[in-house]
């Protein structure tokens, strides 16, 4: 009869812990899900202000101001300095780790549209241009296309 309360508690002790494990363990991927997406929403906020200020600072360039005008190499450098200027190319290979494939591809398109904005004002394109216009239109496109698969991607409706 000496044996029968040690393994009682020995058996008390296995049901204890095979009842705790599962639960820990779903916990665990709960707060692991909760800091993945917490760490994507961050990146896409970050994404997002990094195209916003690239758009920005484009229209400014493509204000001739100064007496600086298109095709000058001081308004070349400019370009590209502003381009360059808040980090876009950073934040799109962080992207590209941490998101969906639907996000980095939407990503890429957003910043290529910028890019080809950028190379138009090397070319000579104006902010009070039709051509612009065009350019501003296609930019609203991707990034709208970015944004609704960046929160489908996170959840949000």
Not at 33 to 55: C, G, H, K
Not at 73 to 93: D, I, N, Q, W
Not at 132 to 142: I, K, Q, R, S, W
């Amino acid at each position: 009869m000496e044996w029968i309360s040690p393994v009682s508690t020995l058996l008390g002790a296995g049901i204890g812990v095979g009842a705790t494990l599962p639960a820990d363990r779903n916990r665990w991927r709960r707060e692991s899900a909760e800091r993945e997406t917490a760490t994507r929403r961050q990146l896409y906020a970050e994404d997002m202000a990094a195209l916003s200020r690239v758009r920005t600072a484009l229209h400014e360039a493509a204000q001739t101001a100064d007496g600086r005008g298109p095709g000058s190499a001081e308004h070349a450098r400019e370009v590209r300095a502003r381009f360059l200027a808040p980090g876009a190319y950073e934040l799109r290979h962080q992207l590209a780790i941490t998101a969906p494939p639907e996000v980095v591809a939407a990503a890429r398109s957003a910043f290529i549209a910028l890019r080809t904005t950028r190379d138009r004002i090397l070319e000579g394109v104006t902010a009070d241009s039709e051509a612009f216009e065009g350019l501003e239109a296609e930019n609203d496109a991707t990034v709208a296309e970015l944004r609704r698969v960046m929160r489908r991607d996170l959840g949000v409706d």
